[in-house]
Every structure is written in structure tokens, then in C-alpha cells.
């Protein structure tokens, strides 16, 4: 293994670590049109989970990508039967502005989400548009977290447009989704140079040298573990960290310290 210590070494033998909890800050729930997820019902998520290790994941509707009433809806009930397990991202769609208000006071009044989610490549709307403003104020106005589809090249959701968000909206704790594929480096200037934004994993820790890079200019303090659950298995990406070049406080960062301290859920463990 490369740069083996003993978390990896725990992870290798038994397929967790004890004292060492996985947060998942990016998953999702629920069918998705001509995809077979053999393992997307509530209980069959819950054993990928302890199985993984997972003590927490934050969580949206592939529903609600499309329909965000009945999407939402559905996070909340999983959130509301599952509260020791799950908590909720509320999508918010730049397609139909009018609605913003509504979903806003409907999320208020919903218990067991945290905050946003933003997918600008799905919905063909950037990050810039002024149909997010009063998501954004809402956000900035309470210091709640955005977790963001973010992507390579510029226009829709790349490291530009979070920078340019981050710089409008300084209480706005930004998740980058992917961390910005493919931007590796300027992604993570982004996170470096703004207190309040985060390089989130999913995917990008598959491509070797991605998170030594990350590591490297934004530091493993703004890096949080994320799976697309059910798109990929919460031990593949684990696996990816475990052989990075990076320590086991790094590791501990990503797996579940940063994912705490930003969200506050509890864990049984300290440190």
C-alpha cells in the first residue's frame, strides 16, 4: 500500500476502523431513469453503510433533480424515519425561479436538512444566474452550507464561478461537488483563498495525484469525503484515500473531522 499507516492497515483487514467514522457529504436517494442501483432502498443504503464504516450521510433525491416538491418530500421522510443516519440536502431548481420563495419557507419548515443543493450542469443554469439569489441570501443570511455540482470549464459551475460566488456571499459555507473535476489546482486555490469554501471528493479521488494536489494548496483542513451513493460504493472511495500520499491525520480530516466540525453531528469518537 502506498504510505501505509494503520488506518489503512485496519481498513485492509476488517473493511472499517472503529475510531475512525466516514461522513459522506454527497450521496443521493432513490431510482434514476434506465440505472439498475441494486442497493438504493433505506435499508440496503444503512448496510453499505455500517459495512463501510459510514456513520452519516447527507443526502438528496435523484427525484428532486427533476421535481423538486415531491424530491424533497422524499429526503424528508428518509431523514425523518432515519434521523440517527441521514440528513438532508434541500435541491433548489434555477429552472422555475418563481418557486425559489416557496421552497425556501418549505425547507424552514422541514426538519433535518442542513442546506442547499445546486446541480448546474443537470439544469443548464450557472452558478452566477440571478434565479439563485434568493437561495444565496437566504444562505448567507444564515451561514448554511451549498453543496454544488462542480466541473471543468468555464460558464456553468467551474472553480470561476464558485470564486466568484464565495467572493458575493462570505457566509456561505460552499461545498465544491468534485472539486471541480478536472481544475484540480485552480479548484483548490479557490479553497485555499476562501475561508468558507471546501473541495467535496466525489469521483475526484480516483484520478491519481487529484488529492496530493489538494493536499498540497488547500490543505486536507478543506477536504470532505463524498461518494454519489448509489452511483459508487463508499469502499472504493475510501479505498482511494487510504493509498494516497497523505498522513492519517490527513486522512482522519477528510474521513469525518471536517464533515463535524462544519455540520456538527456526532460521533463516537474524539479527535
Same mark, same amino acid.
Given at each position: 500500500?502506498?504510505?501505509?499507516?494503520?488506518?489503512?492497515?485496519?481498513?485492509?483487514?476488517?473493511g472499517?476502523v472503529?475510531?475512525?467514522?466516514?461522513?459522506?457529504?454527497?450521496? &443521493?436517494?432513490?431510482?434514476f431513469?434506465?440505472?439498475?442501483?441494486?442497493r &438504493?432502498?433505506?435499508?440496503?443504503?444503512?448496510?453499505?453503510?455500517?459495512?463501510?464504516?459510514?456513520?452519516?450521510?447527507?443526502?438528496?433525491g &435523484?427525484?428532486?433533480?427533476?421535481?423538486?416538491?415531491?424530491?424533497?418530500?422524499?429526503?424528508?421522510?428518509?431523514?425523518?424515519?432515519?434521523?440517527?443516519r441521514?440528513?438532508?440536502?434541500?435541491?433548489?431548481?434555477?429552472?422555475?425561479?418563481?418557486?425559489?420563495?416557496?421552497?425556501?419557507?418549505?425547507?424552514?419548515?422541514?426538519?433535518?436538512?442542513?442546506?442547499? $443543493?445546486?446541480?448546474?450542469?443537470?439544469q443548464?443554469?450557472?452558478?452566477?444566474?440571478?434565479?439563485?439569489?434568493?437561495?444565496?441570501?437566504?444562505?448567507?443570511?444564515?451561514?448554511?452550507?451549498?453543496?454544488s *455540482?462542480?466541473?471543468?470549464?468555464?460558464?456553468?459551475?467551474?472553480?470561476?464561478?464558485?470564486?466568484?460566488?464565495?467572493? $458575493?456571499?462570505?457566509?456561505?459555507?460552499?461545498?465544491?461537488g468534485?472539486?471541480?473535476?478536472?481544475?484540480?489546482?485552480?479548484?483548490? $486555490?479557490?479553497?485555499?483563498?476562501?475561508? &468558507?469554501?471546501?473541495?467535496?471528493?466525489?469521483?475526484?479521488?480516483?484520478?491519481?495525484?487529484?488529492?496530493?494536489?489538494?493536499?498540497?494548496?488547500?490543505?486536507?483542513? $478543506?477536504?470532505?469525503?463524498?461518494?454519489?451513493?448509489?452511483?459508487?460504493?463508499? *469502499?472504493?472511495?475510501?479505498?482511494?484515500?487510504?493509498?494516497?500520499?497523505?498522513?492519517?491525520?490527513?486522512?482522519?480530516?477528510?474521513?469525518y473531522r471536517?464533515?463535524?466540525?462544519?455540520?456538527?453531528?456526532?460521533?463516537?469518537?474524539?479527535?
Amino acid at each position: 500500500m502506498i504510505n501505509e499507516g494503520r488506518i489503512t492497515r485496519e481498513f485492509v483487514e476488517h473493511g472499517r476502523v472503529e475510531d475512525c467514522p466516514v461522513i459522506d457529504t454527497h450521496a &443521493h436517494y432513490g431510482p434514476f431513469q434506465a440505472i439498475y442501483f441494486p442497493r &438504493h432502498r433505506p435499508e440496503r443504503v444503512i448496510d453499505t453503510m455500517d459495512r463501510c464504516g459510514v456513520r452519516w450521510m447527507l443526502i438528496s433525491g &435523484h427525484q428532486a433533480l427533476v421535481d423538486t416538491e415531491r424530491g424533497n418530500a422524499e429526503i424528508a421522510r428518509l431523514v425523518a424515519d432515519y434521523p440517527d443516519r441521514f440528513r438532508g440536502w434541500w435541491v433548489i431548481s434555477p429552472n422555475y425561479p418563481d418557486r425559489i420563495p416557496a421552497e425556501l419557507e418549505a425547507f424552514e419548515a422541514t426538519p433535518g436538512f442542513l442546506g442547499f $443543493k445546486l446541480h448546474p450542469s443537470q439544469q443548464g443554469v450557472s452558478l452566477t444566474a440571478d434565479a439563485y439569489t434568493p437561495a444565496y441570501e437566504y444562505a448567507n443570511a444564515r451561514g448554511l452550507p451549498i453543496l454544488s *455540482h462542480t466541473w471543468s470549464g468555464a460558464g456553468l459551475c467551474s472553480y470561476r464561478e464558485v470564486a466568484a460566488v464565495a467572493d $458575493k456571499y462570505p457566509q456561505i459555507r460552499f461545498l465544491m461537488g468534485h472539486a471541480g473535476y478536472g481544475d484540480w489546482l485552480d479548484s483548490a $486555490k479557490v479553497a485555499r483563498d476562501h475561508e &468558507h469554501v471546501y473541495l467535496e471528493l466525489t469521483a475526484a479521488y480516483s484520478v491519481r495525484g487529484a488529492l496530493e494536489i489538494m493536499c498540497e494548496h488547500a490543505g486536507s483542513r $478543506k477536504i470532505t469525503f463524498g461518494t454519489d451513493h448509489p452511483w459508487f460504493d463508499p *469502499h472504493y472511495g475510501i479505498g482511494c484515500i487510504l493509498s494516497a500520499y497523505m498522513t492519517d491525520e490527513d486522512r482522519r480530516n477528510i474521513l469525518y473531522r471536517n464533515a463535524q466540525t462544519l455540520f456538527g453531528l456526532p460521533l463516537e469518537v474524539a479527535g
